[in-house]
């Protein structure tokens, strides 16, 4: 049996699939339930609605059972809320690389409302940049357009 | 008001509003804005199915998610009357969602800090997406009343005639989790400043329509989950 550390944390999100869970910071735990001495994988949803839940918990499975694990579990957790402070920075570099602008610090309480920091076009590193909409191709992301290099491109929002 | 109560009443508001928002995919007046509103209501979905799920368990009668969505039927929802209200045309969907918008997050705000566990997590989560859903819906309704005269005209028609169906949302219910009497400050100093910007008017207060917490609606939710519930009735367990 290999490490099922290793082998959740590297399970892509299936929706940008140059990131894996755990730089996205939604794989929270992998622990051994001191009772049953079952495998337990702890995940939490970036947004409430995330449609790709399901698919990341049959990737886990996969990758589990692969590695020697296929009686593990995989709970969801909602609390602590994720935030998109605990992308890692590997995980920031490969958004840039990917040409999806990577996030700001995330506003601090609910009811701030979002200040709107200058965002780098992930193609040319320009800030002359503007959003066309708030929300864009997946629940994480809005959509911005460089007036440098007049390219359109995916940003990950501060949550 | 009882915690499963809350709970079931929180839950189908969101879920009310998601299936209108839905309403407007593929028919909102640009794409990104057809993107936004079907962002916002996957948002709504999401709470609501954490919200049924846990108000199923506090029931303990065996009941999910599935089975609170789509095998009530009208007068066992309890969601506000304001979400079941038709879209009406893009201003009546923008001032049904700021009004939303401006009691849910501090709703989940509050909640968040609640002795129940469960729902403060919930609050936690959902109210970094309200923040998001306020904003959308203030954008558009300071663009709409400050645009042209025509867009003044309909957005100011709009809020006249949504807010009277704002006022159940403040109803008191001391022994809930969170009393929504306490939320109406916060409610109302944000309606102020957007309405101000957009240089639109408050309405007076007058007709107060309610009775959704009670099972009272209007005619149009049951032409809402007539559309909602046929799939899973029809099929009951199917899968694919």
Redesign the interface.
């Known amino acids: 049996m290999s490490d099922p550390r290793a082998a959740v944390a590297a399970v892509v999100d299936p929706e940008i699939r140059v990131i894996t869970i755990d730089e996205l910071g939604i794989l929270r735990s992998v622990d051994e339930d001191p009772e049953s001495g079952r495998l337990v994988v702890t995940i939490t949803?970036t947004?409430?609605?995330?449609?790709a839940m399901d698919v990341i918990r049959a990737d886990v499975r996969r990758a589990l059972a692969a590695a020697g694990h296929p009686d593990a579990e995989v709970r969801t957790?909602?609390?602590?809320?994720?935030s998109t402070d605990w992308i890692s920075e590997r995980g920031r570099a490969k958004l840039a690389a990917a040409g999806i602008a990577p996030p700001a610090p995330a506003?601090r309480g609910?009811?701030?409302?979002?200040l709107t920091l200058a965002v780098r076009c992930p193609r040319c590193g320009s800030p002359e940049t503007e959003q066309?909409?708030?929300?864009?191709?997946t629940?994480c992301k809005a959509?911005w357009r460089c007036r440098a290099c007049s390219e359109p491109f995916d940003h990950l929002?501060a949550? | 008001m009882s915690t499963l109560d809350f709970t079931l009443a929180l839950g189908d508001d969101a879920l009310i509003a998601a299936q209108r928002l839905g309403e407007w995919t593929s028919r909102a007046p640009e794409m990104?804005?057809d993107?936004?509103l079907?962002?916002?209501a996957?948002?709504?979905?999401?709470?609501a199915?954490?919200l049924l799920t846990y108000a199923g368990e506090l029931e303990g009668a065996g009941r999910d998610e599935d089975a609170l969505a789509y095998l009530r039927d009208d007068r066992e929802f309890r969601n506000c009357l304001l979400v079941e209200l038709p879209n009406g045309d893009f201003g009546v969907t923008m001032a049904k969602l700021f009004f939303l918008a401006a009691y849910q997050?501090?709703l989940?705000?509050a909640l968040?800090g609640c002795a129940d566990?469960r729902l403060?997590?919930?609050g936690?989560?959902?109210?970094?997406?309200?923040?998001?859903h306020?904003?959308?819906a203030a954008l558009w309704v300071r663009r709409l009343g400050d645009g042209t005269e025509e867009s003044h005209r309909r957005m100011q028609d709009a809020v006249d005639q949504v807010w009277p169906y704002t006022h159940e949302l403040f109803t008191p219910a001391p022994t809930a989790p969170v009393d929504p009497a306490t939320l109406r400050a916060?409610f109302d100093a944000q309606v102020r400043d957007v309405l101000d910007q957009a240089t639109l008017t408050r309405p007076a207060d007058g007709w107060t329509p309610g009775g959704g917490r009670d099972g009272l609606h209007t005619e149009h939710l049951s032409y809402l989950l007539a559309e909602m519930q046929v799939l899973h009735r029809a099929h009951p367990g199917a899968r694919w």
Do not use: M
């Not at chain 1, 947004?47 to 449609?51: A, D, K, L, M």
């Not at chain 1, 609910?110 to 979002?114: A, E």
């Not at chain 2, 996957?42 to 709470?47: I, T």
């Open positions: 949803p947004y409430t609605g995330c449609p957790v909602y609390s602590p809320a994720w506003p609910g009811t701030v409302v979002p066309v909409s708030r929300f864009g191709s629940a959509l929002k949550l | 990104e804005e993107i936004a079907a962002n916002i996957l948002d709504q979905l999401g709470a199915r954490l997050l501090p989940y705000t968040a566990e403060a997590a919930i936690a989560k959902a109210r970094k997406e309200s923040a998001y306020l904003d959308h916060d």
